[in-house]
C-alpha cells in the first residue's frame, strides 16, 4: 500500500545527488555500463549503492540495437530486493510500452537507454534518463525522461524548458511545452483582453513567433500564439517582415470587435492586412514577427 501511496505524497522517482546512479559505457568491457554510487528512489524505496557496479548488456548479432537500463524493485520474499534489469528498448530508441510499473509487486525505475553496435565492444550511445525531485520541483537529464514521468501534475525541468502534464479539455493527459519567462512592466494601461489588470500583478509573461500566414478574403488573419496567457492578454507588438512588399499594414483588432472570434483572447489575437492603397491584402503568403505580453 505504501509503494502505490508514496508517489502522490512527493516525487515518483529520482536520484539524490548529481553524480548519483549516472550510468556511463564502460570501454574495457564488452557491452558493460558503469553505474555510479549513490541513492535512487522510486514508489516510497530508497536504495543506496555504496560503490560503483557494472551490468552487462545480451549480445548483439547484427546492426543497431537499443536497451533500457532500469532498478527493478520487487516486493516479494522477506522485504524485497532492487536489481538492475535491462530489457530491449523500441527501434527508435525509446521507451518500450513493456516496462512493468506495478508498485508493491514489481516496478522498473528507467536509469538509461543505452544502444548497442554490432562489431562495436562499447556501447555507443546513453541517454540519461535520471531526474531529480526535492522542494516542489524536478529536473529532468534528457527530454526522453518525460516519457515515463507520466502523472497528471507532474512539472519537470529540462534544460531551460519547463514541461508540464496536463490534463486537457478532452480529458486526455498531455505535456505542455511552457516556454514563457516572467518580466517586469515599468508602467501599463489596459489591457486588449482580461479586463482591468489587478495591482497585485508583477510579473507578465512574453512570448514571440514569426509564423508565415496568408489573409482571407478580407485580408484578415487569427493567430495563435504558441501557449495561451494564463489570465489574460495584455498588448501584442506587431511588425510586418518578409514576404510581399504589397503588404504594408497590419491593423490589430481592438476588444469592440464586431466578430466575437476576432477579438483578442487569452490565446490568439487577430488583425487585417492592408496594401499601401488601404484595401485588403488577400491570397498570398506573408510573414509577421510579434512579441506579446500577458498575465
Known sequence: MWAAIAPHLGAEYGVVGEGDWRVTADTTG???????????????????????????????????????LYARRSWSGGGGATTLYSAPATAAGNLPGTRV????????????????????????????????????????????????LTAPGTEVWVGDTLWVR??????VAEWLRDNT???????????????TVDSSVKDFLIQSDAPSLTPGADGIVSVALPTPFPSGLFSVDVTLANGSAQAAAFVMYSAAAANTFYRPQRGRFSGRV?????TPFTGQPFRIVYTAIGW
Do not use: C, M
Not at 492592408?274 to 488601404?278: Q, S, T, W, Y
Open 181 to 195: 519567462q516572467a518580466v517586469r512592466l515599468f508602467g501599463r494601461g489596459e489591457p486588449l483582453q482580461g479586463g
Open 101 to 148: 510499473h506495478n508498485p508493491g509487486v514489481l516496478d522498473d525505475q528507467p536509469l538509461a537507454l543505452v544502444q548497442l553496435t554490432f562489431g562495436q565492444t562499447a556501447p555507443t550511445q546513453v541517454v540519461d534518463l535520471r531526474v531529480w525531485q526535492a522542494n516542489g520541483g524536478a529536473t529532468a537529464a534528457r527530454e526522453q525522461a518525460l516519457q515515463y
Open 30 to 68: 564488452d557491452k558493460r555500463v558503469r553505474i555510479a554510487p549513490g541513492t535512487a528512489f522510486g514508489v516510497g524505496v530508497f536504495d543506496t549503492l555504496d560503490q560503483e557496479v557494472t551490468h552487462t548488456f545480451d549480445p548483439i548479432s547484427s546492426g543497431i540495437r537499443w536497451d533500457v
Open 274 to 278: 492592408l496594401r499601401p492603397d488601404g
Open 166 to 171: 496536463r490534463v486537457n479539455a478532452s480529458g
